[in-house]
């Protein structure tokens, strides 16, 4: 892949990011006959997807709606989701002769390699014009007349429409910065506190003594917030804490000082079987009850954690007996914070949507400007729900695009 210099005369649309929805915007765009130029301060685009899924790239959910995002405008997405859809995105691999496969509940997968969808969108993109300007630096950007000025580590380029496409903070490892938060705000557009989502918990170890003994532990559980919403999916022990997709699916509905609540044996009233436990095998300890239920050493911390370990069930009141099953049926845990952006799959919060058309992505305070995927106050649950956002509103703006350009705002004569 070659650099470009900048060109003359100016182009019809630069995109920041050659991210997800970076590259699905450039594609659209230049196979409607624009001249595209991509500009993202990686060696290399695509980088984010490379990691999604594992290395496999977990690219859609079959299942996508509003209901699987968070933002404090819920509807915002639903144009662009309905617009481009997962079976649009299914399609473009099945043209391209990729092999994926269903995992579960929706989430499609490669299988082979994540290598093959950057491939397919960079080839994509080449074949219809794009250009590329990689490991290059935005230093700031400003309105020339209609048009937009880039200014970079490698030289000035002009265009008639400007995409923002930079990501949010996570995986500040890749290089993510702050740049489209910064430029939403110089545009004059709210921007909505960034806090990383989709993220394992930490514990504190005063809190939960010898908890990291569990480490590498993992089951099966629905996990709860405040009674308002709730997943069932594995829970994994770490050194640190709590992950696996149960807590990254909560962790973004989460805030700080809030307790979680984790039903250990989701499939099992643990006070039905004590009670049960108590008239055909009174003799039985409730820790020797749990190592044929839990995993050998989550039962005993949890047996280690009980008033009366060593009591045999027949000896335990009722109140006893509500305690150990509160113990596994609703352990509350109030997690000391989270891992934070280091990684966390994504970023909530981002650029406000209030002023930004649904349809195309468009800021309605500055004609041409656009922010689209993960920078926007759109966040979507774990399980493909993300990268289908980003095709989403990549697809959305790169569509709108021509539109634009073909049509500059008039002057006013008023």
């Known amino acids: 892949m070659t650099h470009h210099a900048k060109s003359s005369p100016p182009w019809d649309a630069i995109i920041i990011g050659a991210g997800a929805s970076g590259l699905m915007c450039a594609l659209e765009a230049a196979q409607r006959g624009l001249r595209v130029l991509v500009v993202d301060h990686s060696p290399k685009p695509g980088r984010k997807i490379l990691i999604s899924g594992g290395g496999r ?27 481009f859809t997962p079976w649009d995105f299914i399609a473009l691999l099945e043209q391209h002769h990729i092999a994926f496969s269903e995992k579960k509940e929706g989430q499609l997968f490669c299988d082979n390699s994540a290598r093959q969808v950057v491939q397919l969108l960079v080839d994509q993109c080449e074949r219809s014009g794009v ?21 970079t580590n490698q030289g000035t380029y002009l265009s008639g429409a ?59 559980v629905i996990v709860s917030l405040d009674e308002e919403i709730s997943f069932q999916e594995a829970l994994l022990f770490t050194h640190r804490g709590l992950s696996g997709p149960a807590i990254l699916q909560i962790s973004s509905y989460w805030q700080s000082g809030r307790s979680i609540q984790i039903n250990l044996l989701p499939h099992l009233s643990f006070f039905d079987h004590l009670i049960a436990q108590k008239s055909h095998n009174p003799k039985q300890s409730v820790p020797s009850l749990l190592n044929t239920l ?50 966390a799959e994504v970023t909530k919060g ?58 500059p705002p008039q002057p006013s004569y008023s």
């Open 57 to 83: 790239c977990n690219f859609t959910n079959l299942h996508s709606s509003m209901d699987n995002y968070l933002s404090h405008n819920p509807k915002f997405c639903l144009s662009a989701l309905h617009a």
């Open 131 to 151: 250009k590329w300007q990689l490991a290059c630096q935005v230093n700031g950007v400003k309105r020339q007349g209609e048009g937009f000025l880039v200014a």
């Open 162 to 220: 400007l995409v923002v496409a930079t990501g949010g903070r996570s995986f500040p490892k890749l290089g993510a910065t702050g740049l489209g938060y910064t430029l939403a705000k110089q545009f004059g557009h709210a921007v909505h506190p960034p806090q990383p989502a989709l993220v394992p918990f930490t514990l504190e170890e005063k809190s939960y003594p010898q908890l990291n003994a569990l480490a590498g532990i993992s089951l099966d």
């Open 294 to 343: 839990l995993p050998r050493r989550l039962a005993q911390w949890i047996g280690q954690q009980g008033e009366h370990p060593h009591k045999r069930i027949g000896e335990l009141s009722k109140q006893q007996i509500q305690q150990w099953a509160d113990r596994v049926n609703r352990w509350q845990i109030t997690p000391g914070g989270t891992e934070g952006y280091r990684t």
């Open 350 to 407: 981002g650029v406000d949507t209030a002023e930004l058309s649904s349809k195309t992505m468009e800021s309605r305070r500055v004609a041409g400007l656009y922010f689209i995927g993960e920078v926007l106050d759109v966040t979507g649950q774990l399980g493909g729900f993300n990268l289908q956002w980003a095709w989403s509103s990549g697809w959305a703006a790169g569509k709108a695009l021509r539109s634009v350009v073909a049509n």
